[in-house]
Protein backbone atom coordinates (compact mmCIF):
# COMPACT_ATOMS: atom_id res chain seq x y z
CA UNK A 1 0.00 0.00 0.00
CA UNK A 2 1.73 3.10 -1.14
CA UNK A 3 1.53 6.31 1.24
CA UNK A 4 -0.76 8.94 0.13
CA UNK A 5 0.94 12.64 -0.02
CA UNK A 6 1.33 14.33 3.24
CA UNK A 7 -0.98 16.65 4.33
CA UNK A 8 0.36 20.33 5.04
CA UNK A 9 0.63 21.07 8.15
CA UNK A 10 1.17 25.11 7.73
CA UNK A 11 -1.49 25.46 6.19
CA UNK A 12 -5.07 26.54 8.26
CA UNK A 13 -7.44 26.29 5.36
CA UNK A 14 -10.27 23.33 5.30
CA UNK A 15 -9.18 20.27 3.87
CA UNK A 16 -10.79 18.44 0.94
CA UNK A 17 -10.65 14.51 0.15
CA UNK A 18 -11.40 14.19 -3.24
CA UNK A 19 -11.96 10.67 -4.42
CA UNK A 20 -11.77 9.91 -8.18
CA UNK A 21 -11.07 11.00 -11.56
CA UNK A 22 -9.31 14.57 -11.61
CA UNK A 23 -11.95 16.75 -12.60
CA UNK A 24 -12.85 16.94 -16.80
CA UNK A 25 -15.77 19.50 -17.48
CA UNK A 26 -15.74 22.07 -14.44
CA UNK A 27 -12.06 23.37 -14.32
CA UNK A 28 -13.23 26.99 -12.95
CA UNK A 29 -15.40 25.68 -10.80
CA UNK A 30 -12.17 23.36 -9.12
CA UNK A 31 -9.55 25.93 -9.50
CA UNK A 32 -11.73 28.25 -7.47
CA UNK A 33 -11.64 25.52 -5.20
CA UNK A 34 -7.72 25.45 -4.71
CA UNK A 35 -7.87 29.13 -3.74
CA UNK A 36 -9.49 28.37 -0.53
CA UNK A 37 -8.91 24.88 0.31
CA UNK A 38 -6.28 22.24 0.73
CA UNK A 39 -7.29 19.41 -1.65
CA UNK A 40 -5.71 15.60 -0.93
CA UNK A 41 -6.25 13.29 -3.85
CA UNK A 42 -5.62 9.81 -2.80
CA UNK A 43 -4.44 7.31 -6.06
CA UNK A 44 -6.62 4.93 -6.77
CA UNK A 45 -4.79 2.25 -5.34
CA UNK A 46 -5.26 3.99 -1.99
CA UNK A 47 -9.10 3.81 -2.11
CA UNK A 48 -9.16 -0.01 -2.63
CA UNK A 49 -11.07 -0.47 0.78
CA UNK A 50 -8.33 -2.06 2.81
CA UNK A 51 -5.92 0.34 2.21
CA UNK A 52 -8.50 3.05 1.97
CA UNK A 53 -9.47 2.35 6.11
CA UNK A 54 -5.99 1.59 6.80
CA UNK A 55 -5.55 4.99 6.02
CA UNK A 56 -8.63 6.59 7.83
CA UNK A 57 -7.22 4.76 10.89
CA UNK A 58 -4.02 6.48 10.60
CA UNK A 59 -5.15 9.34 10.03
CA UNK A 60 -3.00 9.97 6.55
CA UNK A 61 -5.10 12.39 5.21
CA UNK A 62 -5.12 14.85 8.10
CA UNK A 63 -8.52 16.05 9.52
CA UNK A 64 -10.40 16.82 6.18
CA UNK A 65 -13.31 18.78 6.65
CA UNK A 66 -14.96 17.57 3.70
CA UNK A 67 -15.35 14.73 0.36
CA UNK A 68 -15.91 15.13 -2.60
CA UNK A 69 -16.54 12.34 -5.44
CA UNK A 70 -17.22 14.30 -8.74
CA UNK A 71 -17.37 11.23 -10.82
CA UNK A 72 -19.71 8.57 -10.63
CA UNK A 73 -17.27 5.42 -12.36
CA UNK A 74 -14.60 6.47 -10.18
CA UNK A 75 -13.91 7.18 -6.33
CA UNK A 76 -15.74 4.31 -5.02
CA UNK A 77 -13.65 1.57 -5.01
CA UNK A 78 -13.86 1.55 -1.12
CA UNK A 79 -17.42 -0.15 -1.72
CA UNK A 80 -20.33 0.37 0.86
CA UNK A 81 -19.46 3.32 2.99
CA UNK A 82 -21.32 1.26 6.29
CA UNK A 83 -21.11 1.98 9.68
CA UNK A 84 -17.81 0.38 9.79
CA UNK A 85 -16.31 3.24 7.39
CA UNK A 86 -17.81 5.44 8.55
CA UNK A 87 -16.96 5.27 12.02
CA UNK A 88 -13.41 6.24 10.91
CA UNK A 89 -13.68 9.74 9.59
CA UNK A 90 -12.44 12.44 11.44
CA UNK A 91 -14.77 13.97 13.58
CA UNK A 92 -14.59 17.01 11.85
CA UNK A 93 -15.75 16.12 9.17
CA UNK A 94 -18.73 18.35 7.63
CA UNK A 95 -20.11 17.07 4.32
CA UNK A 96 -19.56 14.25 1.86
CA UNK A 97 -20.56 15.26 -1.85
CA UNK A 98 -20.80 12.47 -4.60
CA UNK A 99 -21.69 12.42 -8.17
CA UNK A 100 -25.06 10.32 -8.73
CA UNK A 101 -28.69 10.57 -7.73
CA UNK A 102 -28.85 7.81 -5.97
CA UNK A 103 -27.51 6.81 -2.54
CA UNK A 104 -28.26 2.93 -1.55
CA UNK A 105 -24.41 2.67 -1.41
CA UNK A 106 -23.65 4.85 1.57
CA UNK A 107 -25.36 4.54 4.77
CA UNK A 108 -26.74 8.06 5.25
CA UNK A 109 -28.25 7.49 8.93
CA UNK A 110 -24.71 7.05 9.71
CA UNK A 111 -23.48 9.71 8.56
CA UNK A 112 -26.56 11.44 9.79
CA UNK A 113 -25.58 10.60 13.54
CA UNK A 114 -21.54 11.48 13.08
CA UNK A 115 -23.00 15.03 11.46
CA UNK A 116 -21.75 14.64 8.25
CA UNK A 117 -24.44 16.05 5.43
CA UNK A 118 -24.40 13.79 2.58
CA UNK A 119 -25.17 15.27 -1.15
CA UNK A 120 -25.84 13.81 -3.81
CA UNK A 121 -25.82 14.56 -7.82
CA UNK A 122 -29.78 15.47 -7.32
CA UNK A 123 -31.10 17.58 -10.70
CA UNK A 124 -27.82 16.58 -12.63
CA UNK A 125 -29.47 13.59 -14.15
CA UNK A 126 -33.05 14.94 -14.20
CA UNK A 127 -33.44 15.47 -17.45
CA UNK A 128 -31.58 12.29 -18.95
CA UNK A 129 -33.84 9.86 -16.63
CA UNK A 130 -36.90 11.62 -17.65
CA UNK A 131 -36.05 10.95 -21.34
CA UNK A 132 -35.58 7.35 -20.96
CA UNK A 133 -38.44 6.30 -18.75
CA UNK A 134 -40.43 7.89 -21.87
CA UNK A 135 -38.68 5.75 -23.96
CA UNK A 136 -39.79 3.10 -21.37
CA UNK A 137 -43.13 3.90 -21.74
CA UNK A 138 -43.48 3.50 -25.48
CA UNK A 139 -41.16 0.08 -25.64
CA UNK A 140 -43.78 -1.41 -22.56
CA UNK A 141 -47.37 -0.41 -24.66
CA UNK A 142 -45.81 -0.62 -27.95
CA UNK A 143 -44.34 -4.07 -27.39
CA UNK A 144 -40.88 -2.83 -28.81
CA UNK A 145 -38.42 -5.11 -28.05
CA UNK A 146 -39.73 -7.78 -29.31
CA UNK A 147 -40.40 -6.09 -32.66
CA UNK A 148 -36.66 -5.21 -32.66
CA UNK A 149 -35.54 -8.67 -31.82
CA UNK A 150 -37.86 -10.30 -34.57
CA UNK A 151 -36.00 -6.93 -37.21
CA UNK A 152 -32.24 -8.26 -35.61
CA UNK A 153 -32.92 -11.91 -36.14
CA UNK A 154 -32.79 -11.19 -40.53
CA UNK A 155 -35.56 -14.39 -40.14
CA UNK A 156 -38.40 -13.42 -42.57
CA UNK A 157 -40.93 -15.53 -40.66
CA UNK A 158 -40.34 -13.87 -37.23
CA UNK A 159 -40.40 -10.19 -39.22
CA UNK A 160 -43.51 -11.18 -40.60
CA UNK A 161 -44.88 -12.72 -37.08
CA UNK A 162 -43.93 -9.48 -35.63
CA UNK A 163 -45.39 -7.40 -38.41
CA UNK A 164 -48.63 -8.93 -37.95
CA UNK A 165 -49.10 -10.33 -34.93
CA UNK A 166 -47.89 -7.44 -32.42
CA UNK A 167 -50.17 -4.58 -33.27
CA UNK A 168 -52.94 -7.52 -31.54
CA UNK A 169 -51.56 -6.20 -28.12
CA UNK A 170 -49.90 -3.09 -28.68
CA UNK A 171 -51.58 0.50 -26.94
CA UNK A 172 -51.06 4.12 -27.39
CA UNK A 173 -49.80 5.02 -24.19
CA UNK A 174 -52.36 8.24 -24.41
CA UNK A 175 -55.43 8.23 -21.47
CA UNK A 176 -54.06 5.41 -19.95
CA UNK A 177 -52.95 6.24 -16.48
CA UNK A 178 -49.24 6.13 -14.85
CA UNK A 179 -48.68 5.46 -11.64
CA UNK A 180 -45.45 7.08 -10.18
CA UNK A 181 -43.84 5.77 -6.82
CA UNK A 182 -41.22 8.79 -6.06
CA UNK A 183 -42.33 12.37 -7.16
CA UNK A 184 -39.24 13.84 -6.56
CA UNK A 185 -37.44 15.93 -9.30
CA UNK A 186 -36.97 13.02 -11.55
CA UNK A 187 -40.57 11.43 -10.95
CA UNK A 188 -41.90 15.08 -11.79
CA UNK A 189 -39.85 15.29 -14.75
CA UNK A 190 -41.29 11.64 -15.91
CA UNK A 191 -44.89 13.12 -14.78
CA UNK A 192 -44.31 16.33 -16.63
CA UNK A 193 -43.36 14.86 -20.49
CA UNK A 194 -45.71 12.01 -20.08
CA UNK A 195 -48.62 14.47 -19.42
CA UNK A 196 -47.50 16.55 -22.10
CA UNK A 197 -46.39 14.25 -24.51
CA UNK A 198 -49.17 11.37 -24.61
CA UNK A 199 -51.60 13.09 -22.31
CA UNK A 200 -51.51 10.61 -19.65
CA UNK A 201 -53.28 10.63 -16.09
CA UNK A 202 -50.92 10.86 -13.32
CA UNK A 203 -51.25 9.21 -10.43
CA UNK A 204 -48.39 9.33 -7.72
CA UNK A 205 -47.35 8.07 -4.53
CA UNK A 206 -45.16 10.00 -2.44
CA UNK A 207 -44.16 10.61 1.43
CA UNK A 208 -44.17 13.72 0.27
CA UNK A 209 -47.16 15.93 -1.45
CA UNK A 210 -46.68 18.14 -4.29
CA UNK A 211 -47.89 21.92 -4.08
CA UNK A 212 -51.69 22.17 -5.58
CA UNK A 213 -49.44 24.57 -8.63
CA UNK A 214 -47.66 21.07 -9.52
CA UNK A 215 -50.43 18.70 -9.58
CA UNK A 216 -52.73 20.90 -11.47
CA UNK A 217 -49.93 21.52 -14.10
CA UNK A 218 -49.70 17.82 -14.68
CA UNK A 219 -52.98 16.91 -13.97
CA UNK A 220 -51.80 14.57 -10.92
CA UNK A 221 -53.27 12.54 -8.20
CA UNK A 222 -52.21 12.23 -4.92
CA UNK A 223 -52.75 9.07 -3.29
CA UNK A 224 -51.48 9.06 0.52
CA UNK A 225 -51.90 4.98 0.48
CA UNK A 226 -50.28 2.88 -2.23
CA UNK A 227 -53.06 0.29 -2.01
CA UNK A 228 -55.21 3.24 -3.20
CA UNK A 229 -53.02 3.97 -6.15
CA UNK A 230 -52.35 0.20 -7.59
CA UNK A 231 -55.81 -1.07 -8.87
CA UNK A 232 -55.95 2.64 -10.45
CA UNK A 233 -52.65 2.14 -12.51
CA UNK A 234 -52.15 0.82 -15.87
CA UNK A 235 -48.24 1.28 -15.81
CA UNK A 236 -46.73 1.41 -12.22
CA UNK A 237 -43.24 3.49 -12.39
CA UNK A 238 -40.69 3.97 -9.56
CA UNK A 239 -38.84 6.77 -8.97
CA UNK A 240 -37.91 6.50 -5.27
CA UNK A 241 -34.54 5.80 -3.49
CA UNK A 242 -33.55 2.49 -2.16
CA UNK A 243 -32.34 3.00 1.54
CA UNK A 244 -29.02 1.47 2.85
CA UNK A 245 -29.85 -1.83 3.14
CA UNK A 246 -33.79 -1.77 2.10
CA UNK A 247 -36.29 -4.36 1.53
CA UNK A 248 -37.66 -4.81 -1.79
CA UNK A 249 -40.52 -2.58 -2.82
CA UNK A 250 -42.17 -4.35 -5.56
CA UNK A 251 -43.16 -7.69 -4.12
CA UNK A 252 -45.74 -10.05 -5.02
CA UNK A 253 -48.14 -8.62 -2.92
CA UNK A 254 -48.03 -5.11 -4.46
CA UNK A 255 -47.81 -6.66 -7.75
CA UNK A 256 -51.16 -8.49 -6.98
CA UNK A 257 -53.01 -5.16 -6.40
CA UNK A 258 -52.13 -4.08 -9.66
CA UNK A 259 -55.01 -5.03 -12.66
CA UNK A 260 -54.05 -7.80 -15.03
CA UNK A 261 -52.65 -6.60 -17.53
CA UNK A 262 -50.69 -3.74 -16.58
CA UNK A 263 -46.99 -2.43 -17.03
CA UNK A 264 -44.30 -2.05 -14.59
CA UNK A 265 -40.67 0.06 -15.01
CA UNK A 266 -38.07 0.82 -12.81
CA UNK A 267 -35.58 3.67 -13.30
CA UNK A 268 -34.62 3.76 -9.90
CA UNK A 269 -32.73 0.59 -8.02
CA UNK A 270 -32.76 -3.00 -8.93
CA UNK A 271 -32.92 -3.72 -5.18
CA UNK A 272 -36.32 -2.34 -5.25
CA UNK A 273 -37.81 -5.01 -7.02
CA UNK A 274 -37.91 -9.00 -5.98
CA UNK A 275 -37.38 -10.37 -9.58
CA UNK A 276 -38.24 -13.70 -9.15
CA UNK A 277 -41.94 -11.98 -8.33
CA UNK A 278 -41.63 -9.93 -11.21
CA UNK A 279 -40.89 -12.41 -13.54
CA UNK A 280 -43.71 -14.88 -12.14
CA UNK A 281 -46.03 -12.62 -12.53
CA UNK A 282 -44.83 -11.86 -16.49
CA UNK A 283 -45.16 -15.22 -17.12
CA UNK A 284 -49.05 -15.95 -15.71
CA UNK A 285 -49.46 -13.09 -17.53
CA UNK A 286 -50.39 -10.37 -14.56
CA UNK A 287 -48.10 -8.18 -16.10
CA UNK A 288 -48.34 -7.44 -19.56
CA UNK A 289 -44.48 -6.01 -19.98
CA UNK A 290 -41.70 -4.61 -17.98
CA UNK A 291 -38.97 -1.95 -18.93
CA UNK A 292 -35.95 -2.10 -16.70
CA UNK A 293 -32.69 0.21 -16.45
CA UNK A 294 -31.59 -1.24 -13.13
CA UNK A 295 -31.34 -4.84 -11.79
CA UNK A 296 -30.83 -6.53 -8.39
CA UNK A 297 -27.33 -7.37 -9.40
CA UNK A 298 -25.67 -5.45 -11.30
CA UNK A 299 -23.82 -5.98 -13.76
CA UNK A 300 -25.60 -9.30 -14.08
CA UNK A 301 -28.67 -9.76 -14.95
CA UNK A 302 -32.09 -12.07 -14.72
CA UNK A 303 -30.86 -14.67 -16.89
CA UNK A 304 -35.03 -15.11 -16.32
CA UNK A 305 -36.32 -11.83 -17.23
CA UNK A 306 -33.61 -11.72 -20.25
CA UNK A 307 -35.39 -14.54 -21.82
CA UNK A 308 -39.09 -12.96 -22.14
CA UNK A 309 -39.78 -11.07 -24.88
CA UNK A 310 -41.90 -8.64 -23.04
CA UNK A 311 -39.00 -6.92 -20.51
CA UNK A 312 -37.19 -4.30 -22.03
CA UNK A 313 -33.46 -4.14 -20.30
CA UNK A 314 -30.60 -1.51 -20.37
CA UNK A 315 -27.51 -1.28 -18.48
CA UNK A 316 -28.21 1.47 -15.90
CA UNK A 317 -27.93 4.29 -18.58
CA UNK A 318 -30.98 6.00 -17.75
CA UNK A 319 -28.49 9.14 -16.54
CA UNK A 320 -25.65 8.32 -19.06
CA UNK A 321 -25.47 11.08 -20.69
CA UNK A 322 -22.36 14.26 -21.03
CA UNK A 323 -24.78 16.90 -19.22
CA UNK A 324 -25.20 14.19 -16.46
CA UNK A 325 -21.62 13.70 -16.20
CA UNK A 326 -21.06 17.59 -16.22
CA UNK A 327 -23.72 18.25 -13.85
CA UNK A 328 -22.42 15.83 -11.36
CA UNK A 329 -19.37 16.97 -11.14
CA UNK A 330 -20.14 20.43 -10.64
CA UNK A 331 -22.93 19.53 -8.12
CA UNK A 332 -20.00 17.60 -6.14
CA UNK A 333 -17.62 20.77 -5.87
CA UNK A 334 -20.24 23.66 -5.54
CA UNK A 335 -21.69 21.77 -2.34
CA UNK A 336 -18.67 21.01 -0.65
CA UNK A 337 -17.99 24.42 -1.58
CA UNK A 338 -20.64 25.87 0.13
CA UNK A 339 -21.00 23.81 2.83
CA UNK A 340 -17.42 24.65 3.77
CA UNK A 341 -18.29 28.62 3.69
CA UNK A 342 -21.38 28.43 5.72
CA UNK A 343 -23.68 28.42 3.25
CA UNK A 344 -26.76 25.74 2.25
CA UNK A 345 -26.23 22.95 0.06
CA UNK A 346 -27.81 22.72 -2.84
CA UNK A 347 -28.84 18.92 -2.91
CA UNK A 348 -28.15 17.79 0.62
CA UNK A 349 -30.31 14.40 1.38
CA UNK A 350 -30.13 13.85 4.59
CA UNK A 351 -30.42 16.73 6.60
CA UNK A 352 -33.80 16.33 8.00
CA UNK A 353 -31.81 13.15 9.63
CA UNK A 354 -29.17 15.49 11.06
CA UNK A 355 -31.75 17.45 12.69
CA UNK A 356 -33.86 14.74 14.48
CA UNK A 357 -30.32 13.67 15.70
CA UNK A 358 -29.71 17.16 16.76
CA UNK A 359 -33.39 17.17 18.62
CA UNK A 360 -31.88 13.85 20.35
CA UNK A 361 -29.27 15.68 21.88
CA UNK A 362 -26.74 14.58 19.36
CA UNK A 363 -23.65 16.51 18.47
CA UNK A 364 -24.31 17.29 14.88
CA UNK A 365 -22.52 19.25 12.48
CA UNK A 366 -23.89 22.85 11.16
CA UNK A 367 -24.95 21.74 7.14
CA UNK A 368 -28.15 22.10 5.92
CA UNK A 369 -30.22 20.53 3.46
CA UNK A 370 -31.85 21.96 0.86
CA UNK A 371 -35.50 21.10 -0.01
CA UNK A 372 -34.02 20.49 -3.80
CA UNK A 373 -32.43 17.11 -3.44
CA UNK A 374 -33.84 14.30 -5.72
CA UNK A 375 -35.52 12.01 -3.42
CA UNK A 376 -35.33 9.81 -6.59
CA UNK A 377 -33.12 6.63 -6.45
CA UNK A 378 -31.17 6.30 -9.70
CA UNK A 379 -27.22 6.71 -10.41
CA UNK A 380 -26.78 7.33 -13.88
Known sequence: MSP???PSSSSNRPRILFLGDNIHFNPDIYKRLTTQFDIIHP?????????????????????????????????GEMGKWDRELIELLPRGLKVSASAGAGYD??????????GILYCNGGGASTEAVGDMAIWYIISVFRNMTPSFLAARSMDPH??????????????????????IVG????????????????????????????????EDFVGAQFFPKLQDMLPKTDCLLLATPSTFGGRPFLTAEVIAQLPRGSR???I????????????????????????LDVHAHEPRVSGRLARMDGVTMTCHTGGGAVETKQGFERLAMENVERVLNGREALTGVNGHLMRKEAANGVENGHGHESDDGDRKGHSP
Open 183 to 214: LGNIGYAVAVKAHAAFGMKILYHDIVRKSRAQ
Open 105 to 114: WVDVGCLAEH
Open 43 to 75: SSADLQRPAFLQHLRAGSWGDFQAIMRPSWHTG
Open 264 to 266: FIN
Open 158 to 179: QFRTAHHGLPASSYNPRNHTLG
Open 268 to 291: ARGSLVDEDALADALDSGHLAAAG
Open 4 to 6: PPS
